[in-house]
């Protein structure tokens, strides 16, 4: 993931987080 955005941080966690279920 790359950090540009904060919003996009935060998608990119949860698609992560959504990943790991």
Do not use: E, Q, S
């Not at 993931?1 to 990119?12: A, D, E, L, N, P």
């Amino acid at each position: 993931c790359t950090f540009i955005i904060k919003f996009y941080i935060i998608f990119c966690l949860g698609l992560k987080f959504f990943h790991y279920i």
